[in-house]
Nanobody, 122 residues
Framework: QVQLVESGGGLVQGGGSLRLSCAAS????????MGWFRQAPGKEREFVAA????????VSADSVKGRFTISRDNEKNTVYLQMNSLKPEDTAVYYC???????????????WGQGTQVTVSS
């Protein structure tokens, strides 16, 4: 079992920045690939970014490329999502997830956090 707890969400003006953190506990964090997803009201859960267990490979959605950066610190059992140039359409609940591969599909992940709200005002 892996427990995941997100933090760092909040209210920010358009153009601003936030850094989300996801702290993991339980089984070996460094053995898992990690992903960030988001879900806006009335919409399906959407892939944001993922990072391989080593941190040496990342992938992100086209909608956030050049603005969001995923990273991890295996010594701290934490994965981060640095979000810059935020837009109102980035408003959503953001979830981190742990799985065997850094993939875009939510079914590829075995463990999920409870989510953190990000609201971007115009």
């Amino acid at each position: 079992q892996v427990q995941l707890v997100e933090s760092g969400g909040g209210l920010v003006q358009g153009g601003g920045s936030l850094r989300l953190s996801c702290a993991a506990s339980g089984r070996s964090f460094s053995g898992y690939s990690m992903g960030w997803f988001r879900q806006a009201p009335g919409k399906e859960r959407e892939f944001v970014a993922a990072i391989a267990w080593s941190g040496g490979w990342t992938v992100s959605a086209d909608s956030v490329k050049g603005r969001f950066t995923i990273s991890r610190d295996n010594e701290k059992n934490t994965v981060y999502l640095q979000m810059n140039s935020l837009k109102p359409e980035d408003t959503a609940v953001y979830y981190c997830a742990a799985g065997q591969r850094a993939v875009a599909g939510p079914r590829g992940y075995d463990y999920w956090g409870q989510g953190t709200q990000v609201t971007v005002s115009s």
